[in-house]
């Protein structure tokens, strides 16, 4: 199959050659400018963009479209959110992708799925890695303060994921690709608008014996080469959606969104005592129903009902067969988990210039795990509330003010039959400014106290006997502060540059307790500031082309009292992203993508030394044809020039992956 992949690229390649250099100036066109996949189920936002109700912004939101995860050919969610100005992604242990926003790392993330809180209850994180991008018409980044419309726990930005609608009375699209290592994938949506009524049905399939590492790789004792070790993956995704509008301002709808995953997760490369661990079961099913309800035209009541399952179980096995389970260090854990939630926004323009928004949410989160096989199960069950309060004030046509707070509850309920804490209560006031300089510039202006309540894992889990619970743990705090402009420029072109900064206290670190037994703990010692500036470029100028361009500076610095340095890990200084649409003719275009990372810090476990991970630079590239007014095939490669890089030290990650992709839509 590789000599067939590379033939076909090797063809389309040459083909885009040829007739780039045919295409004289009479047949050379502007590209015109794409309005996207316009599908989006408003719905499922929280704070909606481009409608009446939009909340003035004042601090950076991103978008990442249907169109732009098809043209960067990402399958997953944490790949899509790579594309965005501030975002970089590592890949730990676990074989998950982690996401990280102006240095905050995922566990300080809320993600979304239409405006649904999504995250294991344990330990507060979703693998993103494992959210396909089939069925969704739109990723939200918003960073800084976001709205409190959102709830708690939304300390270092938030993610909402959001899906299909549709406008036809029957329409579809599919997605059927391959690449090396025999890996395929699929995906297939299915809608139809009738009268009052809509409904949509998701599909999509992932499989693959594993990731092929560079050429250049040199063997250890856990990894010769080729093929990654343990790096297979089996998926199945599907969703099911069925809407009514029974008249105007009024929408309601009913959902059901599940991912089956198992996979393996490659042993470190160097280590003496590697790990052979795999998720031999990955469960997610989100269950909601929400809805919009014009009370008056100047009264909205928007609810959402909702419940969020969570089912894996992680094996570690005796050798690299995978097989056996007889020795000491050896287990079967398993976590059967759910939230149940209910949350509620009116908003009201009752008074002149003004958009007043008061929300309410309540999640329940329930924790259920078992070491291993016949061990006690045991229960851990935690409320959390928020009541929030937003007021969006036009002080001129050009001025606008945005006004928030909210008091947040962290209520735990049981905790195995243990002694309970006491609840922690948060206060969170933010304030922002927006200015329309001019017709085509906006300037911004935020600040805002954002906090995040302990998980249960960091509360109370015993990692297997590796860590000492810390039932009194309170919540982390940060004061986030951002400036930024927007401006348009003739060509379809606009460019933004923003600095923020951000103070941390009382974060959440694992510490080493007892170093005869290796056991940590973990404790609110840590402070640390983030500061840095995000520079972004977007253009049709030039003829033929639409360009992307943006760049991100980063000075993470740990500033705890007991810090063995002022590193911090996984949080690159730098980060350059370019990309650019080569429309050649109507049927013939080309796309490629540069993405550079500067080196990142790491704690050698070991040692406790500082170490380096280098930097790297990685280019994806791909051909489109255009076969018919509704069908594309596209071939290419991701890391064309075959560069070996890590996320985490003792993990590298995938070489040059040749693939060939057919798309459609009816």
């Not at 992932?206 to 990894?223: A, H, I, Q, R």
């Not at 010769?224 to 709808?253: L, M, T, W």
């Not at 040692?607 to 590239?621: E, H, K, P």
């Amino acid at each position: 199959m590789l000599m067939l992949l590379k033939k076909i690229v090797l063809v389309l390649t040459l083909t885009f050659i040829v007739h780039t250099g045919m295409a004289s100036a009479q047949d050379i066109q502007n590209i015109p400018e794409s309005d996207g996949d316009k599908r989006i189920f408003y719905l499922g936002e929280i704070v909606v963009e481009g409608k009446a109700e939009t909340i003035t912004k004042v601090a950076t939101v991103d978008s990442v479209d249907k169109e732009k995860i098809e043209l960067t050919t990402s399958l997953n969610v944490s790949d899509a959110l790579n594309t965005a100005p501030g975002v970089t992604i590592s890949v730990g242990t676990k074989n998950e992708k982690n996401i990280n926003i102006r240095g905050f790392s995922q566990r300080y993330i809320s993600v979304f799925y239409d405006g649904i809180p999504i995250s294991i209850p344990n330990d507060g994180y979703v693998d993103t890695g494992k959210l396909p991008t089939g069925n969704i018409s739109k990723i939200t980044i918003t960073k800084g303060i976001s709205s409190v419309l959102y709830g708690p726990n939304t300390m270092g930005g938030v993610v909402n994921i959001v899906s299909i609608k549709p406008e036809n009375t029957f329409e579809g699209d599919f997605k059927v690709g391959i690449s090396e290592h025999n890996m395929w994938n699929a995906n297939v949506n299915l809608g139809s608008m009738v009268d009052k009524f809509y409904v949509t049905m998701n599909g999509g399939y992932l499989d693959s014996e594993g990731f092929g590492l560079p050429k250049n790789f040199d063997s250890t004792v856990n990894e010769d080469g080729g093929k990654r070790e343990n790096s297979d993956v089996e998926q199945k995704s599907g969703a099911f959606k069925i809407g009514f509008i029974p008249s105007e301002g009024h929408e309601y709808a009913f959902g059901v969104n599940f991912v089956n995953s198992k996979w393996g997760l490659p042993p470190h490369t160097t280590d003496d005592s590697p790990r052979y661990w795999r998720f031999t079961d990955w469960k997610k099913t989100t269950y909601y129903l929400i809805g919009d309800t014009e009370i008056t035209n100047k009264l909205l009541l928007k609810t959402r009902f909702f419940r969020d399952e969570y089912y894996n179980v992680l094996d570690s096995y005796d050798n690299t067969t995978y097989t056996t389970q007889d020795e000491k260090s050896s287990w079967h854990s398993t976590y059967d988990d759910y939230s149940n939630g209910i949350s509620a926004v009116i908003r009201t323009d009752y008074l002149k210039k003004n958009t007043i928004s008061f929300s309410f949410h309540f999640k329940e989160d329930i924790h259920k795990e078992q070491d291993d096989y016949g061990s006690t199960w045991e229960r851990y069950e935690t409320d959390t509330y928020s009541y929030g309060i937003e007021d969006d004030i036009k002080l001129t046509e050009s001025i606008s003010v945005l006004l928030g707070a909210s008091y947040d509850i962290h209520d735990p309920r049981y905790a195995n039959g243990e002694a309970l804490r006491d609840d922690e209560h948060a206060f969170n006031p933010q304030a922002g400014i927006s200015w329309d300089a001019a017709e085509d510039m906006t300037l911004h202006f935020s600040v805002g106290r954002k906090t995040r309540f302990p998980t249960m894992l960091e509360l109370y889990s015993g990692l297997l006997g590796r860590n000492l619970p810390n039932p009194d743990l309170k919540e982390e705090k940060a004061v986030n502060y951002e400036i930024g402009i927007d401006k348009y420029l003739p060509g379809n072109t606009n460019i933004g540059f923003t600095l923020f900064y951000s103070d941390i206290d009382d974060l959440i670190v694992k510490k080493r307790v007892d170093p005869k037994t290796k056991t940590d703990q973990y404790q609110n010692i840590g402070e640390a500031r983030y500061k840095g500036l995000e520079f972004t470029f977007k253009s049709g100028y030039f003829r033929q082309h639409n360009a992307e361009l943006h760049y991100t500076f980063l000075e993470a610095e740990d500033r705890s009292s007991d810090r063995t340095s002022n590193h911090l890990e996984e949080r690159p200084k730098h980060k350059l992203y370019i990309s650019d649409l080569f429309k050649i003719y109507d049927w013939l275009s080309f796309f490629a993508k540069l993405e550079w990372n500067s080196k990142r810090y790491y704690e050698d476990s070991d040692t406790s030394q500082w170490l380096t991970l280098g930097g790297f630079t990685t280019v994806d590239a791909k051909v489109i044809g255009k076969l018919t007014e509704f069908m594309n095939i596209e071939a290419g490669a991701k890391n064309i020039f075959d560069k070996e890089y890590e996320f985490a030290s003792g993990y590298p990650r995938e070489g040059r992956t040749f693939f060939v992709q057919l798309q459609g839509k009816f």
